[in-house]
């Protein structure tokens, strides 16, 4: 079946470092791509997707490129913030739409010292 | 909007008595997902419906757990009876049919003694 593996936390980095959380995935046909954050208290909340192969999902400093070749699914920022700290979430959906499960990595917990 | 609402946010509970945790999505939305999140296992998908209708109740763990949702919003997932291992996070989330975007709840924290 599908599944997302997205790298081990936790990941502890000062502030204004460049961030990698690495994800790759298995599935059939052509999945769409999510990254999910967590903040402390909440629920999951979309933080960036993409839909095909070469499209870059970018949100609030975040970037994500749907790389077909490598089955991956990398999140970068170039300069991380304290206001950053939480947990990330590597996802894919089988469909092109939300109705569809989505399959979720286990979640890689970053905290940003100042 | 209001946005996902669950209810109770917590629940502390004694083992064996029946648990039911409460849902509205938002409206307009068809399809609504019961997740369980643990530091163990993560966050797991129990169950999801589309037009109020259960498609996948594949992750459910065993006969104690059942979902409903009666209209559209508004669902509920009981525990009967429950046990310290269902001790977990519960979220809720829905969206549209060709959305891509999950809206999760704020979650209930349950905790069964």
């Known amino acids: 079946g599908d599944s997302v593996t997205q790298m081990e936390g936790p990941v502890t980095l000062s502030e204004e470092a460049f961030l990698t959380i690495n994800c790759t995935y298995t599935?059939?046909?052509?999945?769409?791509l999510f990254w999910y954050v967590q903040y402390p208290g909440e629920g999951l909340q979309l933080l960036l997707k993409a839909t095909k192969a070469d499209d870059k999902g970018s949100n609030k400093g975040f970037e994500a490129t749907y790389r077909k070749e490598t089955t991956s699914f990398h999140l970068e920022k170039g300069s991380v913030q304290v206001s950053d700290s939480a947990v990330y979430f590597c996802?894919?959906?089988?469909?092109?739409?939300?109705?569809?499960?989505?399959?979720f990595g286990k979640g890689t917990k970053l905290t940003v010292n100042p | 909007d209001a946005g996902v609402i669950q209810s109770p946010r917590h629940e502390v509970t004694e083992m064996g008595q029946e648990v039911t945790l409460r849902c509205k999505p938002i409206s307009g939305h068809n399809s609504l997902f019961w997740y369980r999140q643990t530091m163990m296992r993560g966050l797991e998908l129990l169950i999801y419906f589309n037009n109020n209708v259960p498609i996948d109740d594949s992750g459910m763990p065993e006969d104690r757990f059942s979902a409903k949702m009666p209209n559209a919003s508004f669902s509920t997932l009981k525990i009967q009876p429950s046990e310290p291992r269902d001790s977990a996070v519960y979220f809720c989330?829905?969206?549209?049919?060709?959305?891509?975007?999950?809206?999760f709840g704020p979650g209930t924290r349950l905790t069964v003694t």
């Open positions: 599935a059939t046909g052509y999945p769409s």
């Open positions: 996802a894919l959906s089988g469909r092109r739409g939300g109705s569809e499960k989505l399959v």
């Open positions: 989330a829905s969206t549209t049919e060709q959305g891509y975007e999950q809206y």
